[in-house]
């Protein structure tokens, strides 16, 4: 009989009976698990959240702090009709680049059919890179139930422009319901540190490693292509810049608590920002779109130049052919001291990359004007 108690008494202990279980989740407060769903941000990990409990369900539509990784970019044609390739290369990238779609999220909120919008369909013309029968998701479906969105940082799987292997290309603009400004960094070449000194080569239209120390460009930057190359990375990075800027619009008509809304890319090719003050002035004042392609209309522009033949870091590293663009709508003035005292040049790449801006902004200033496109 004592025998027959004490096992009872030992599965009691071991196997508590359920109404005797406390779940501990249901004792962290609302605000605790905010914050680490703020922490999380990103978007599929939070739909993988919401589909633990009816809770986690509700708590999530409430997170302030979100970040948008695409995994593909596709054609705005929703037909799934073929564009020619003379009709590509007439459009180009860009003019092309109008819809972001979610390859990979599909899972999480598919269970979710409440929480997000699907839809279904081909995959925009990129059916042959693996896309075929995947459910897709636009960034204004993916954030439709997202109410209290404070900060968006949306990453594209690449930068739009095609450079060549060993070309350094970046670029930040700020828009509003227009550009506001943009910092465009680039390089022919960039030799690493550690790498031996005799694989440095002068860049083709510059004038060697010796390089004039005034900070003038030589003339064979004019007469061997150099100059052609800087406008032709200027422009590419206007237009990928005004074309991201394009699509943002539907995500902040919604989103009217958004403090700061960030567009880049995985390759930390091209930054768009916008503030708070930005951002409204994008709903008071709608963009003017270029009538050629989906993208916003660039005004007419004021442009300084600097260059540097060859341009070391104090951390190794050497640029060649460093070219530095600060760049503003003719309508703001473009000071001199503006410039010189890198309020928004130089803070507007990570290092080294602001050491270079820097250093570049001690150079000779040239300017450049631009007509609107």
Request: net charge neutral; proline share 5%; glycine share 8%.
């Amino acid at each position: 009989m004592s025998s027959f108690s004490m096992k009872q008494d030992l599965s009691n202990k071991i196997w508590p009976y359920p109404s005797l279980e406390i779940d501990h989740f249901d004792r962290i407060p609302d605000s605790l698990l905010l914050f680490v769903f703020n922490k999380i941000g990103d978007v599929k990990a939070l739909g993988r959240c919401c589909v633990v409990s009816r809770r986690f369900h509700g708590l999530v539509p409430q997170v302030d702090s979100v970040v948008v990784r695409v995994d593909c970019v596709v054609s705005d044609d929703d037909t799934g009709t073929s564009i020619s390739s003379s009709e590509k290369t007439t459009r180009g990238m860009f003019t092309s680049f109008a819809k972001l779609v979610f390859n990979g999220i599909v899972k999480p909120f598919q269970a979710v059919g409440q929480f997000l919008a699907t839809k279904r369909g081909g995959c925009g013309g990129l059916e042959d890179e693996g896309c075929h029968g995947v459910t897709h998701h636009s960034p204004t479906q993916v954030l439709k139930h997202f109410n209290e969105i404070r900060s968006l940082r949306i990453e594209l799987p690449s930068g739009e422009l095609g450079i060549e292997d060993g070309v350094l290309l970046k670029w930040r603009a700020d828009f509003g319901s227009t550009l506001d400004n943009c910092v465009i960094l680039g390089a022919s070449s960039v030799v690493n540190p550690g790498t031996p000194v005799k694989t440095v080569l002068p860049e083709a239209g510059g004038d060697g490693l010796n390089g004039d120390d005034n900070g003038s460009i030589p003339d064979t930057f004019y007469t061997s292509g150099g100059l052609k190359l800087r406008v032709v990375w200027t422009i590419s990075s206007l237009i990928a810049a005004s074309a991201r800027h394009y699509l943002l619009q539907p995500i902040i008509a919604e989103h009217h608590t958004l403090d700061n809304l960030v567009l880049t890319d995985a390759d930390g090719q091209g930054v768009l920002c916008m503030n708070r003050e930005q951002l409204e002035e994008l709903r008071v004042k709608p963009l003017s779109a270029s009538t050629a392609s989906k993208r916003t209309l660039v005004p007419a522009l004021n442009m300084r130049l600097w260059y540097s033949p060859q341009l070391e870091l104090p951390n190794g590293m050497i640029l060649k052919g460093a070219t530095l663009v600060a760049i503003k709508p003719c309508e703001q003035a473009l000071s001199k001291k503006e410039v010189s005292d890198g309020s928004w040049v130089s803070t507007a790449f990570e290092e080294p990359y602001n050491t270079a801006v820097k250093l570049l902004i001690k150079r000779r200033t040239y300017c450049l004007e631009m007509n609107s496109f």
